[in-house]
């Protein structure tokens, strides 16, 4: 049992980074915020690994883990962003509630729904990588108004059924994307620390896996609906 209570303890962390993030975020040092938000993605994308090799489902059966991964998701891939989005005045002053809200109401109907991860492993609506978003956003030094509509976007693609590729467990490509996730985290890796000068070349040339992700979500989409 103690090794069930350890996995969910380290999903749990994830709280922690989150107020490290947040700390960081209200003095305006938004290169370790995303440093920690980072850190938080590699929890993320092993605990589950952790937790299936611990069996806490069968160890700790009236222990929610999935309600504790989702909380702690919310607060660093939703909510830490959506301040970040404020702080940074990446949009115009008056439109920062409106697209600060789009980002929490969404991702919370997201977060909510039955259907949000499905059987075979994808994402259903944009699965509020916000924390990306925002991040290449404020690289990019778009105009505030060109940031907000953005924003918004990807607010409304949350409501929109398309299945998103989970990039560590649906099966299609999965070695091309792994890879691929591989180079591109260590790009952002760079970007992250070469904050805020960060090269223009590396900025475009690390969107071509955003790029291939979405590319793969759509082709899977349409081959799934034609089948």
């Known amino acids: 049992m103690a090794i069930a209570w350890l996995a969910h303890l380290y999903t749990a962390t994830g709280a922690i980074l989150a107020f490290l993030a947040m700390r960081a975020v209200v003095v305006e040092d938004y290169r370790a915020a995303f440093f920690w938000l980072a850190l938080q993605v590699l929890v993320d994308a092993t605990d589950g690994t952790l937790a299936r090799r611990a069996r806490v489902s069968e160890r700790l059966p009236w222990f929610n883990g999935s309600?504790?991964?989702?909380?702690?998701?919310?607060?660093?891939?939703?909510?830490?962003?959506?301040?970040?989005?404020w702080r940074a005045a990446l949009v115009p002053e008056p439109w920062t509630l409106i697209v600060a809200s789009a980002l929490l109401l969404s991702s919370a109907y997201g977060f909510n729904t039955a259907n949000a991860k499905t059987s075979d492993h994808f994402f259903t609506g944009f699965p509020s990588y916000w924390n990306i978003v925002v991040f290449y956003l404020l690289i990019a030094g778009f105009s505030?108004?060109?940031?907000a509509a953005i924003l918004l976007a990807f607010?409304?693609?949350v409501f929109v059924p398309i299945r998103y590729v989970y990039p560590s467990r649906t099966l299609?490509?999965?070695p091309v994307t792994m890879i691929l996730a591989a180079a591109w985290s260590a790009a952002i890796l760079?970007?992250?620390?070469?904050y805020p000068s960060v090269s223009r070349s590396l900025f475009w040339a690390s969107l071509l896996y955003p790029a291939y992700y979405f590319a793969l979500s759509l082709f899977l989409q349409f081959r799934i609906g034609a089948k």
């Open 144 to 147: 505030g108004t060109t940031n």
């Open 155 to 157: 607010a409304v693609l």
């Open 67 to 85: 309600k504790l991964d989702d909380i702690i998701d919310y607060l660093t891939y939703v909510f830490v962003p959506a301040v970040i989005v």
């Open 190 to 194: 760079v970007m992250m620390w070469r």
């Open 172 to 174: 299609a490509w999965r």
